[in-house]
């Protein structure tokens, strides 16, 4: 197992170096940090623009391939990310964003999974009555919804219900800092939106997995020895259907960068989704490899642990 | 009178058999005609692209005529629709903005099918090390989420011609999922017997992947044709809306609602007109893409029988 593990791991790590480093080739190709300059009024004379860009190693004057092997050294033996063109850290940017974004999407994970799973099953149980054809047109409903058309249709309802109150019990930007009750007043829409966009794909999977193993001959012979249903359906299919719910769960963590993109440019919130967009407006070479860098992780440990997942839930599986 | 033809026609066998025959084509046809939210959702597409072809030439003022008699006017005999904060007409703006989105959604899913229905079908049909390289390719391509790399590569896009550059990226990192799905798929028809037929006769490998491979995917190709339209039109929207990709004074949906999100309190019709539009193409597009599905899979009850 452990070797297994270990095996995986370096694959990936070698795939993340690989991807970091067409992402980097990708920024420096495409992104020009000197127009940022150039615009200036009056522009600012050639050699301090020069030096600036020199500073933060983003001078295309410089060839690609020298400027990746100096970001490459600093990466590599100092971890140090570089800076933008403004000469601020990506490293100290990028560390407190990162929490920010994962918070935010621990919890509209959670919320997702927990909603999700409760509707798969109930409308597994109860196929093609009522419920399920309702359910199923919601869930399409949100699966097509862009995530940031659903978010600010949430900010339109959300301003719309606190004019109709008349209080505010909605904010519709940043994260506040006047305790616990006003943090989950900021939090509440963006969660909202989160878990509605992710709640889909439990729910369908969880429904198609659960109807799947409803029909197994186990959960029959359980039936036939008189298990009534509903403990055959709890003990012996939903157990085996979790498995692959497990999966997706770990699955998801594949997104938590790109998942809060949308949400955070609408919603104020700086994390590493909002970062991402800001270092892309500015040009900012390193900032936007750092996060495409920082996606490419989640993906991986994502990946990794799915691979543990399944060799440890499914007894099917032999680990060689 | 006696027959002497010892082989009677196929339409003879059939009528002595008591069985009608059906073409594939109206099979197929008959099968989604009777699945009502496919056929809804046809409709719902077909109005729409109607809009757009046939909106510029109703539209009673051009998508880049300026009211500066009519800022941010609610919806009225004069502006259908509306009018944006410098005084666009809202009809034009959205039916211009349906069209581009739509177009570059079309494009870019069929450069996206082919070039993923090449690669995919190539990468099961070479074993061995060639595959083992493609597929490490195709999974390092996925490392980064794409929507990363597509931003970094259109974010320098602008004007009008931005548009196609844009399609072009979508195409070009679009492509790297739908692969992986297909070569799973066909790691099953490398097995069968008429591919190792034609290898034995000497094929070339690109023939017997044009010929014999992926005309076998077919109609998985095609449901996955109408479903990218929806990926790459809510990547174009996705895009435009965070400011890369379509920028102004071009316009689509996803630059409408970007528009529309700053006045969602002053002018909320700015924004729930387009969005409205994006909502209605994806659904009915997802809607058509699962109705297919149920008509072209022989094995599915959905549709009813025959």
């Not at chain 1, 004057?61 to 403004?86: C, I």
């Not at chain 1, 900021?186 to 989160?194: D, G, K, S």
Request: net charge positive; charged share 15%.
């Amino acid at each position: 197992m452990l070797s297994f593990i270990g095996r995986r791991l370096l694959n990936y790590l070698v795939m993340l170096f690989a991807a970091t480093t067409l992402a980097y080739f990708l920024a420096s190709s495409f992104l020009n940090p000197r127009s940022n300059y150039v615009q200036m009024r009056p522009p600012p004379p050639e050699a301090s623009i020069d030096a600036s860009l020199d500073f933060a190693n983003v001078n295309d004057k410089m060839p690609v391939v020298a400027r990746y092997g100096r970001w490459l050294e600093q990466v590599a033996l100092h971890w140090n990310w570089g800076v933008s063109p403004q000469g601020e850290s990506v490293n100290g940017a990028v560390a407190h964003r990162a929490l920010v974004s994962v918070k935010l999407v621990t919890l509209a994970t959670v919320l997702a999974v927990l909603l999700g799973v409760s509707i798969g099953v109930a409308a597994a149980i109860r196929q093609y009555r009522l419920f399920d054809r309702v359910s199923n047109a919601i869930s399409v409903f949100f699966l097509v919804s862009p995530t940031f058309v659903l978010a600010l249709l949430l900010v339109l309802g959300g301003i719309r219900f606190n004019e109709a109150i008349g209080a505010r019990w909605f904010f519709v930007t940043g994260l506040g800092d006047a305790g616990f009750l006003d943090y989950l007043r900021h939090i509440a829409l963006p969660t909202v939106t989160l878990t509605l966009v992710g709640y889909v794909g439990y729910h369908l999977t969880q429904r198609t997995y659960l109807l799947d193993t409803m029909n197994a001959d186990y959960v029959r012979t359980a039936r036939a020895k008189g298990v009534p249903k509903n403990v055959a359906i709890r003990r012996h299919a939903l157990r085996t259907s979790l498995i692959p719910t497990a999966i997706g769960v770990v699955w998801s963590l594949t997104s938590v960068i790109t998942g809060s993109v949308f949400v955070e440019t609408i919603f104020a919130i700086d994390g590493a989704g909002k970062y991402f967009v800001d270092a892309l407006t500015k040009n900012d070479i390193n900032g936007s490899v750092a996060i495409a860098a920082l996606g490419g992780c989640a993906t991986c440990a994502g990946l990794l642990l799915a691979d543990i997942v399944v060799a440890l839930l499914d007894p099917r599986i032999r680990v060689s | 009178m006696v027959s002497t033809n010892l082989l009677p026609d196929a339409a003879e066998r059939a009528r002595r058999a008591g069985v009608q025959r059906v073409p594939k084509g109206t099979l197929v046809a008959r099968r989604f005609a009777r699945n009502k939210p496919a056929v809804a959702g046809l409709v719902i597409f077909a109005l729409l692209a109607l809009l757009a072809l046939v909106g510029p030439f109703v539209a009673r003022w051009g998508y880049d005529d300026l009211d500066f008699g009519a800022l941010k006017q609610r919806p009225s005999a004069a502006h259908w629709l509306g009018t944006d904060i410098v005084g666009a007409d809202m009809f034009a703006l959205c039916v211009r903005g349906l069209g581009r989105s739509l177009l570059i959604g079309v494009i870019a899913s069929l450069g996206i099918t082919v070039i993923a229905a090449f690669v995919g079908t190539a990468i099961a049909y070479f074993e061995g090390w060639r595959e083992r390289v493609g597929m490490w390719i195709v999974d390092m391509l996925l490392v980064i989420p794409t929507f990363f790399l597509l931003a970094i590569m259109v974010k320098g896009a602008a004007g009008t011609s931005g548009w196609l550059w844009l399609t072009a990226a979508l195409t070009i990192f679009g492509w790297v999922g739908y692969a992986r799905i297909l070569r799973s798929i066909a790691l099953s028809l490398r097995e069968r017997e008429y591919i190792a037929a034609a290898r034995f006769m000497g094929v070339p490998s690109l023939t017997i992947l044009r010929r014999h491979m992926i005309p076998n995917l077919g109609s998985i190709l095609i449901i996955q044709t109408v479903l990218g339209v929806v990926y790459a039109v809510q990547a174009e929207t996705g895009l435009s809306f965070l400011g890369f990709g379509i920028t102004p004074p071009d316009t689509s949906l996803g630059v409408l609602i970007r528009a529309g999100s700053s006045t969602l309190l002053t002018a909320p019709w700015m924004f729930l007109e387009p969005a409205a539009l994006l909502l209605g193409l994806s659904l009915s597009m997802t809607m058509v893409g699962d109705g297919l599905r149920d008509a072209l899979d022989p094995s599915s009850a959905s549709a009813g029988r025959a």
